[in-house]
């Protein structure tokens, strides 16, 4: 192994500064290496290199570079975790960096729960080698063979007696001396496809000592005690605050601006850019009060929008761009054949079809998106919490021409989002303004904003049709959801079309095509998963452009496509999860059944109940599985559906669980936990509603989500470990089932079917009456 | 411009600022520097901004400075400290409520606030409490248990 001898020391500096405001710590050193690494992509950090994984300080701490981030799920205490656990350290002594594009290799951010599938599989595979080549250095020193030591909290010892002769002893701390583990690693794919591949074994389950431990959460105590600088906190001398200026009509474009609007209030300025426009102020509250006063007059722009009542309509009729039947689509796009369906709808002697809405919906984050951006002449940081920094300091860079290497995105814990919301848009917003007024410039977005301008989840019509034979056994299968593209608004912001002030400068929409399909597992004979896009409402800056939201697929998708298997089970007159059984075939589905249909105690039986006609309030229980990645969810939900009201109430939610190993189950149980209720709120209360000018829903009234009378009474989560296995990941796995669980419980309950999501109290009571 | 004192987390601070009616909100957070209250709506609607005005939450995005100045202001930071911890905050931190945390000002300072009145609220008072607060990662349910938590050890 080599040992460099000269130390990263612009990156000691840094990382002993974490915690404190990151100011001027920049790292050039690191960021100049970037013409060397052009081979691997965006990253800045090289990707080939050990130490830009793992590093050793002087006193045998391990610093753990995290190429992705942690949303607010235990992301930074869980990789800590894996890489004690490979390391041999004590826990406490690992230190985890994430998501600072200057110090972090790019892992393509954090996605799909794919936060421990990938980059934990990365940073455990490293840290294993870095203990592999460290006993390999003790071996020289201590002129014992390596296969003769081992390693406890990091120091290198004869496996016989670790507690003997100081003379074969060694720590990673002399080891190391402060030097980097320059070894080489092999590597291959970008971003979001990054794997790593070691000579070093992983441990096996057997060996853990943390790895399946409940162990606190890191961020906890600063959140707690209001002493964790979030993105919002970030203030760098000089800086000033920032309020973006946006058209009533979605469209519309400046045509005059009234300086004199804003004379009065103290240091106010107006910043217009071709179809960009913003007012800055020193005080925060004075940029606030210039948006609110500042006069503009808007160009005339042609209704754009069918209005959310016409929204299915709309994209029934639409005419279709593209299918996944269509040459080009392949992985999670293509679509998914098996056998013929047209000879098993020929064979059927019964057909049932079922048609599904999901709406469209906002991010709709706590903390409206949040950004400070210091651009100098030549180069450029931006502080940022979006969940794709390395994508984010790319598109930064095209956006100010500069080269990709002097764009610095630092990320920080902020407010949770959840997929492509507006943080990448008010980065590049801030970007935008400082680069132009030469300060640093913070901008935060107004609640109206947030909930009017983020990319939104695509509204779908799911279309489900099964073909039955005399004996009731599935023949024929077909799925087909119709929707805009996930990617009216790219998922990942890497270009100045993907954002706000890109297209307000100027840039076209950048629109893609493209849709998916959620895993499953169902082994029907015949079978067809697709999908059918169709055009964007506006080809720019549009507050409905959709993209990807939590859970993207599987709740649009599952929501039509489990409920629909709950109307076949009905149809041939079988118990749900009975039904589902007989065409599931991993031992792991069938033992997942049984766990959850114990914890509820669940009694085998069709729905619906049909004993309740004349209560008013009517129960029910009902069932949705889900399949992605390796992760498997059973969710059966309980309601009360209150027949005056229409009013849903969720008494007990029952989720059995099983996402590989479990690395940390007191922050899995959360994440699920925490996860069910956001999801409850998605499907009982959230859809952005709009006229045919722009979006409606601005505030916490005309956007309502969950509150604490909405949600979940019991919450029960049965964890399935599964220690030889690798962790699936389990940040949005449960949502995809919750809407068909709560759907089917309220069939069971009153014999009636939800088809159109929120269930909200107006939509229930009418579906009951119209029965 | 006009000159205010305002007592928040125990420190007396005298600011001048040129709009009586600015929210106290980014007094704390502009004038004072401080990193909660957090804004979420600017129209009380979410809870992230709340501070203790005299032991009472109040919402800081719409209170005027010019209503406030010379009373007693307790943040987040100021209810307890890791050495010196508020109940509810061990509670918190022993039940690992939060994700995210943008919204944690508005729950343990009206948890707080109600523990005060009430030192042992019954679940449905502490669904009352928290019922017009808004949380977008889902930890209702344990903020619930953090209060009994709390309530068990005081």
Partial sequence: ?771 | MAQYSLIVDGNAHSIEIDDPEMPLLYALRDELGLNNPRFGCGLAQCGACTVHVDGQAVRSCITPVAAVAGRTITTLAGLGTPEKPHPLQTAWIEEQVNQCGYCISGWIMTGAELLARNPNPTDHEIREAFSDLICRCGTHNAALKAVKRAAQQA
């Avoid at chain 1, 030591?149 to 701390?173: E, F, I, N």
């Avoid at chain 1, 107004?446 to 009017?452: D, I, K, Q, T, W």
């Avoid at chain 1, 079978?527 to 649009?556: C, K, N, Q, Y």
């Avoid at chain 1, 989560?717 to 669980?741: H, K, Q």
């Fill in chain 1, 1 to 771: 192994m080599i040992v460099n001898e000269a130390p990263a020391l612009s990156r000691r500096a840094f990382l002993s500064a974490t915690g404190a405001l990151v100011v001027a710590l920049a790292a050039p050193a690191e960021l100049a290496a970037a013409a060397e690494s052009r081979p691997f992509g965006r990253s800045v950090v090289r990707p080939d290199k050990l130490s830009s994984y793992i590093s050793i300080d002087r006193d045998g701490s391990v610093v753990a570079y995290y190429g992705k981030i942690d949303g607010g799920q235990g992301l930074e205490t869980s990789i800590a975790q894996l890489v004690a656990e490979e390391i041999d350290v004590p826990w406490e002594r690992v230190r985890v960096v994430m998501g600072d594009t200057g110090l972090t290799v790019d892992m393509g951010g954090s996605t799909a729960g794919n936060g421990l599938r990938q980059g934990g599989s990365i940073m455990r595979q490293t840290a294993a080698e870095a203990r592999r080549l460290l006993i390999e250095m003790a071996s020289k020193v201590l002129e014992v063979p390596a296969a003769d030591l081992t390693v406890t909290d990091g120091v290198v010892h004869a496996l016989a007696d670790p507690g003997a002769d100081p003379k074969k002893r060694v720590s990673y701390a002399e080891l190391i001396d402060g030097r980097n583990l320059d070894a080489p690693i092999a590597w291959r794919g970008l971003a979001q496809q990054l794997t790593v591949k070691v000579k070093a074994p992983l441990k096996k389950p057997a060996e853990f000592k943390v790895i399946g431990k409940p162990m606190p959460r890191r961020d906890m105590p600063g959140k707690v005690f209001g002493t964790l600088q979030q993105c919002s906190d970030v203030r760098l001398p000089n800086m000033l605050h920032a309020r973006m200026i946006r058209p009533s009509v979605a469209g519309a474009v400046p045509l005059t601006v009234d300086e004199k609007t804003i004379a009065e209030i103290p240091g106010a300025k107006v910043v217009w850019i071709k179809n960009f426009l913003a007012v800055v102020a020193e005080k925060e509250w004075n940029a606030v009060k210039a948006a609110k006063a500042l006069k503009v007059t808007w160009s005339e722009s042609k209704p754009n929008f069918p209005g959310h009542e016409k929204l299915f309509d709309h994209i029934r009729q639409a005419p279709v761009v593209m299918r996944s039947s269509d040459p080009g689509n392949v992985g999670a796009a293509a679509q998914r054949v098996k056998g013929s369906v047209e000879d098993g709808f020929k064979q059927a002697v019964r057909i049932l079809q079922g048609e599904y809405e999901y709406p469209s919906q906002s991010h709709a984050s706590m903390g409206p998106a949040c950004a400070v951006a210091d651009v100098r002449d030549d180069s450029a940081t931006v502080y940022t919490s979006t969940q794709k920094p390395h994508d984010c300091a790319a598109g930064i860079a095209e956006l100010l021409e500069l080269p990709p290497e002097k764009v610095r995105a630092i990320w920080m814990f902020g407010t949770g989002g959840y997929a492509r919301d507006g943080q990448g848009d008010a980065t590049a917003d801030a970007a935008v303004l400082s680069k132009h007024l030469g300060r640093p410039v913070r901008v935060q977005y107004m609640r109206h904003e947030a909930l009017a301008w983020d990319p939104k989840g695509t509204a779908t019509v799911n279309r489900s049709r099964i073909g039955l034979d005399a004996s009731g056994k599935v023949v024929a299968y077909e799925n087909i959801s119709k929707a805009f593209s996930m990617e009216d608004c790219n998922t990942r912001e890497q270009h100045p079309a993907d954002t706000l002030a890109g297209m307000a400068l100027g840039v076209p929409l950048n629109w893609r095509p493209a849709f998916g399909i959620p895993g499953n597992s169902y082994a029907f004979d015949n079978a067809r998963w697709g999908w059918e896009v169709i055009a964007p409402l506006m080809d720019r800056s549009s507050p409905l452009r959709s993209t990807h939201i939590r859970d993207p697929f599987g709740l649009p998708i599952l929501f039509g496509s489990e409920s629909f298997l709950d109307e076949v089970a009905v149809a041939t007159n079988s118990d749900p999860m009975e039904f589902r059984l007989r065409y599931l075939k991993s031992d792991r589905e069938h033992e997942l059944f049984q766990a959850a249909a114990k914890q509820y105690g669940w009694d085998t039986r069709p729905s619906p109940r049909n004993d309740q006609a004349h209560a008013d309030i009517a129960v029910g229980r009902g069932f949705a599985y889900r399949q992605l990645a390796g992760t498997f969810i059973a969710l059966i939900a309980e309601v009360r559906v209150h027949r005056d009201t229409g009013v849903i109430e969720i008494p007990r939610l029952v989720c059995a669980h099983d996402c590989g190993v479990i690395v940390n189950p007191e922050t899995i149980r959360h994440v699920i936990d925490r996860q069910l209720v956001y999801g409850t709120s998605r499907i009982m209360y959230e859809e952005v509603s709009f006229d045919e000018n722009m979006v409606t829903s601005v505030d916490w009234l005309t956007y309502p989500v969950v509150k604490m009378n909405g949600v979940p009474k019991s919450i029960e989560i049965v964890l399935i470990n599964r220690p030889e296995e690798p962790p699936s990941g389990a940040a949005e796995m449960a949502l995809g089932p919750l809407p068909a669980a709560i759907g089917n419980a309220v069939f069971d309950a009153t014999g009636v079917r939800l088809r159109r999501v929120p269930f909200t109290p107006e939509r229930v009571k009418a579906a009951l009456s119209r029965a």
